[in-house]
């Protein structure tokens, strides 16, 4: 079974719909990661909570809100969906400290906004 | 700002050959930094990491060089296999505002000729 779990895989939603992307861990890291993949960008960090009640935005939070339900889990929503959010997503987690870059993702998901 | 990015966007080589995919920083504050691959359909998986006090580093079959004077890290694969087609991220720890987190670069695709 995966470390850290995103739900759903795949979307494929309308534009102004919102949606919410799901992401569990049991790797018992404290600090949680949303990251969005576009072909050609790398990966840009959206949102990150270092423990539940911390929450901070990264560099693209715009049109994006988190909610950590515990310290398992950190989902992602956006309220009204536009196309230009068509993207790969994907959870991260990481150990507490000093020099602890290494993040674990999950698989990712995939979302369609037409 | 501040980037991290590739020098190519592309890269094949002949299985048995080594590899080397290269990736230059701007940011003189970064002290950390990691190479990370990720296979179609799959999360970004750490390979080896690097701190600013060295300027090599050794895993299997992998080495990493750090430069700083030029700002430039590579990662070299020794004996690349098929198994080794892949993205190749590198990422940098950005002390400024985003609490260090990780800085991704936009990724060099590696295809390995049988």
């Known amino acids: 079974d995966a470390d850290v779990t995103q739900t759903p895989r795949n979307r494929i939603t309308k534009t102004g719909k919102r949606i919410m992307l799901e992401c569990s861990q049991t790797?018992?890291?404290?600090?949680m990661y949303w990251y969005r993949q576009d072909p050609g960008l790398g990966l840009r960090l959206i949102y990150y909570?270092?423990?539940?009640?911390?929450?901070n935005k990264g560099e693209i939070s715009d049109g994006y809100s988190v909610s950590r339900q515990a310290q398992a889990k950190f989902s992602l929503s956006l309220e009204s969906a536009i196309p230009n959010q068509t993207a790969l997503y994907f959870c991260a987690t990481s150990r507490q400290g000093p020099d602890t870059g290494e993040l674990f993702f999950g698989e990712g998901s995939r979302l369609t906004v037409l | 700002g501040e980037s991290v990015g590739l020098h190519l966007p592309t890269l094949s080589v002949q299985e048995g050959d080594n590899s080397i995919i290269n990736c230059a920083y701007s940011n003189s504050a970064s002290d950390y930094f990691i190479w990370y691959k990720q296979e179609s359909g799959k999360g970004p998986q750490f390979i080896i990491d690097i701190r600013s006090n060295m300027d090599k580093r050794q895993g299997q079959r992998v080495t990493v060089l750090l430069n700083k004077t030029v700002k430039h890290l590579s990662l070299q694969i020794a004996a690349t296999q098929p198994g080794d087609s892949a993205v190749y991220f590198c990422?940098?720890?950005?002390?400024?505002?985003?609490?260090?987190?990780?800085?991704f670069g936009k990724g060099t695709k590696l295809s390995v000729k049988p």
């Open positions: 990422a940098e720890k950005d002390y400024g505002g985003s609490q260090g987190n990780l800085i």
């Open positions: 909570s270092f423990d539940v009640k911390d929450i």
């Open positions: 790797k018992g890291h404290d600090r």
